[in-house]
């Protein structure tokens, strides 16, 4: 008859924490036994349940972290779409992005389908574009130094998201104008007074002065012959109003009004005696003959006094 050898001891030592343990399982990391078994024999001979069954199954992997579409880029609507610069100064076009994240912004002129700037970075080998941002704003500024006519146009503003997001925005670059009204030429009674407005338009912003010239010398309004003054309103449209009372001979000739961001605007000035006046606006009221009121207007510039009245 065969000897039974006594198990070693690490052996009984494993098996009896096999025993402790099974005896005394966890269900999802809470101590106890399963729900519905009081004991391993009960979970190997009982045929479990539907819901219990699941419990044992081995849990299936979840699905893969979307992100919430809130969550995404995107462009703030009241950034203005139409900008106006005056030429040969900068212009700025704004683009403001919410919730960019790990996204780039890039500024594409679509004339020429041209990548201007990516990032901070710029990549166009006309140095006079440059995308600005601070850390502490949304904002990513185009900068478009000395502004010319042909940067006029759309440009359009992109986040590198799969697909793209496009935001838009039009440049417009203006020339201011000046104009005198009335002109080029304007008939004065002698001993009236001359009034003379200046407008200045398509400007982003008021001229900073306007000086008013007779001939080719600056008005002086201080002068000894008095009556001169100058009234300016500024704005959206900035108009420059030259007053000279007690019209004489010696005020005809060529006015200019020069705005420190417009060309140079210019009339000329005729002063005539009333009754010569008055007949050349009946002529011009009445449109006769081209022949007869060039007559009258050399009589009245050049030899008054053979003019009858």
């Not at 992100?67 to 700025?92: C, I």
């Not at 990516?118 to 500024?141: L, P």
């Amino acid at each position: 008859m065969p000897i039974a050898h006594p198990l070693p001891l690490c052996v009984a030592w494993l098996l009896l924490l096999v025993v402790i343990v099974m005896s005394d399982m966890t269900n999802g990391g809470v101590q106890g036994p399963i729900e519905g078994y009081n004991s391993l024999d009960d979970l190997l001979t009982t045929t479990p349940t539907p819901g219990q069954a699941a419990m044992l199954l081995p849990t299936a992997p979840t699905a893969a972290y979307t992100h919430p579409k809130w969550m995404e880029p995107y462009f703030d609507p009241s950034t203005p779409r139409n900008v106006t610069a005056l030429m040969g100064k900068s212009a700025y076009l704004s683009c403001r992005v919410r919730n960019l994240a790990n996204k780039t912004v890039s500024w594409i002129r679509h004339r020429d389908i041209h990548i201007l700037t990516v990032g901070s970075y710029t990549y166009t080998s006309d140095q006079r574009f440059q995308a600005t941002h601070h850390q502490d704003t949304e904002d990513w500024t185009l900068q478009i130094k000395w502004a010319q006519k042909r940067d006029a146009g759309m440009y359009e503003c992109q986040i590198s998201t799969q697909p793209v997001r496009s935001y838009f925005v039009r440049l417009n670059v203006v020339v201011p104008t000046a104009t005198i009204l009335g002109g080029p030429d304007l008939h004065v009674d002698k001993g009236s007074t001359i009034n003379l407005t200046c407008t200045v338009k398509f400007s982003p912003e008021p001229p900073a002065y306007i000086f008013w010239y007779h001939h080719e010398e600056v008005i002086n309004y201080d002068s000894s012959r008095g009556g001169v003054s100058v009234i300016t309103e500024k704005g959206d449209v900035t108009t420059s109003f030259l007053l000279i009372q007690n019209a004489d001979l010696a005020d005809s000739g060529k006015y200019s009004c020069a705005p420190s961001n417009a060309d140079v605007a210019s009339v000329r000035v005729h002063v005539l005696n009333a009754s010569i006046g008055n007949r050349i606006r009946l002529i011009t009221l009445f449109n006769a003959d081209s022949f007869f009121m060039d007559s009258s207007y050399l009589c009245a510039t050049q030899s008054l006094h053979a003019c009858k009245p």
